[in-house]
């Protein structure tokens, strides 16, 4: 076997993928892989610093990279990333993986290749961004963000049949928070259009899995009814602080979002609530996470076995569900 020369063998790598945080978590296990195949590389992350919690203490993470996205927005935005780019790539990539896709991880990413390396990225990048690669890796029969990611990392010559790694932090516990008692972690709603709970759904899930302790977490803007079974951290938490409420959490209810993924990766206990999102594609990872979807109760591992679903036709269906995984504790 003829030795691997620096274009097959890179000093540096440089992994795009700023954003958003469900979409870094997916990301992990693929970066893993990359960093124990040269491990002796100098791999960066380029993220956005609201998402950089999600890479302290990252153990195949070099160098974490803040993307400033708020000075690139709008048309005189764009003419700030040359120079910005310019300035993080003094030290140029030998490989770049641009698991963003986007036109402006793209250029990037071109800006910051070394004479003689190589940026790769997905097929189906948007905005013309594949025109700014030196290979593309064709991702169409896979489903899954997760699965997608890790095709790219195939098409570099890595063994992908190996058990997933999700590195990420211990995170912090929030102040005062007692966790001596078991809690059921409700995050109830999500920046995405149509996936929230509403207030009242909450209020009726709560109310259901009573006497069980119920931590509210996660952003929201809407006012939620107090119970005494019920500490509400909304608006309180940091991500660090979220990621060790997840930890903790006996099982955890979330509809489709960020914080769901981070459940996913951290343990089993979890249900997942799609509106209208696709399971397939966006769905908790883990084969025995639960997912409650047009009126039906289901493991990720029956994805495809539509008569092992349970019928739940309501928020207080799924609550008499979990209160029965709760109860099982």
């Not at 590389?41 to 070099?62: C, F, Q, S, T």
């Not at 997912?291 to 039906?296: F, G, I, L, N, Y």
Request: hydrophobic share 45%.
């Amino acid at each position: 076997m003829e030795p691997e020369t620096r274009n097959q063998k890179p000093e540096t790598i440089l992994v795009l993928k700023p954003s958003s945080l469900g979409d870094i978590v997916h990301t992990l296990p693929a970066v893993a892989l990359v960093k124990r195949r040269w491990p002796r590389a100098h791999l960066r992350w380029l993220v956005n610093p609201e998402w950089a919690p999600l890479l302290d203490g990252h153990p195949h993470v070099d160098e974490v990279v803040h993307f400033p996205r708020g000075q690139f927005r709008g048309p005189a935005g764009w003419a700030r990333v040359p120079g910005w780019a310019k300035k993080i790539a003094a030290r140029k990539a030998d490989l770049v993986l641009d698991f963003q896709g986007l036109l402006r991880s793209a250029l990037i990413g071109r800006l910051c290749r070394a004479a003689g390396g190589r940026v790769i990225g997905l097929a189906d990048a948007r905005e013309g961004a594949r025109h700014f690669y030196d290979e593309t890796v064709d991702v169409s029969g896979q489903a899954h963000a997760v699965d997608r990611y890790l095709a790219l990392v195939a098409a570099l010559g890595i063994d992908i049949a190996v058990p997933r790694e999700w590195p990420l932090p211990a995170g912090t516990p929030p102040a005062g928070f007692d966790a001596t008692a078991p809690f059921l972690l409700l995050h109830p709603f999500s920046r995405g259009a149509g996936k929230s709970l509403t207030a009242g759904e909450v209020g009726e899930f709560t109310h259901r899995v009573a006497p069980h302790r119920v931590v509210l977490a996660g952003r929201s803007d809407v006012a939620v009814p107090e119970s005494a079974n019920v500490a509400n951290l909304l608006n309180r938490t940091t991500l660090p602080e979220l990621i060790w409420l997840l930890r903790r959490a006996a099982f955890t209810v979330s509809v489709d979002s960020g914080p769901m993924h981070i459940a996913a990766a951290v343990t089993a206990r979890l249900l997942s609530i799609h509106t209208w999102s696709e399971p397939r594609l966006v769905g908790p990872y883990r084969p025995e996470a639960w997912v409650w979807k047009d009126r039906a109760l289901f493991q990720m591992r029956d994805l495809n076995v539509p008569e092992t679903r349970q019928r739940a036709d309501g928020i207080a269906d799924v609550a008499r569900f979990v209160g029965a995984e709760m109860g099982g504790r």
